[in-house]
């Protein structure tokens, strides 16, 4: 999986000294299946007022717009659609992010062929469950990010034919 990692400049602001050390050290994957990686050429800190929180843009889901941030005092990932009205607690740090996008993306190449509930829960508990172990905390909200993925995926949302 090839990463993008991020400029020392740009996550100066991220004040927690895991989750900078992470972003630059080891990064975010440059391609997965809901993220892609941000940061502006200029290497500025992209800092975003998101529901009176001043949160570092790290990438995006399918577009700009729908942002995952990384909260500098935390280092915990958030989620928002923007203009934000709602932000949603990803993941602990963006190690254990990096890990839950990993564990989405190779889930959802085996989930092929015409959808079949059976399988496709089964399949979705069993990446709850891997999820859980990563970062408990992910999983812990029933309105949060990862739970409402999670949803989709077993409603086929995510399957190849």
């Given at each position: 999986m090839r990463e993008h990692r991020y400029s020392a400049p740009y996550v100066s602001v991220v004040r927690e000294d895991q989750a900078r050390e992470q972003l630059q050290s080891v990064g975010?994957?440059?391609?997965?299946?809901v993220f892609t990686p941000h940061e502006p050429a200029s290497g500025t800190a992209d800092l975003v007022d998101v529901l009176g929180r001043d949160l570092?843009?790290?990438g995006f889901e399918e577009e700009p717009g729908s942002d995952f941030f990384v909260?500098?005092?935390k280092g915990e990932i958030v989620f928002?659609?923007?203009?934000?009205?709602?932000?949603?607690?990803?993941?602990?740090?963006p190690?254990?992010?990096?890990?839950?996008?990993?564990l989405l993306d190779?889930?959802?190449k085996e989930l092929t062929g015409p959808y079949d509930l059976d399988p496709?829960?089964?399949?979705?508990e069993q990446l709850r469950?891997?999820?859980?172990?990563?970062?408990?905390?992910?999983?812990?909200?029933?309105?949060?990010?990862?739970?409402?993925?999670l949803f989709d995926v077993s409603n086929g949302d995510y399957a190849t034919e």
């Open positions: 975010l994957p440059e391609v997965a299946l570092l843009r790290i909260d500098p005092a928002a659609r923007m203009p934000a009205r709602e932000s949603y607690f990803v993941n602990s740090s190690a254990a992010f990096r890990e839950c996008l990993a190779a889930a959802v496709f829960l089964e399949r979705t469950a891997s999820i859980r172990a990563v970062d408990p905390l992910a999983v812990s909200d029933d309105d949060g990010y990862w739970q409402s993925l």
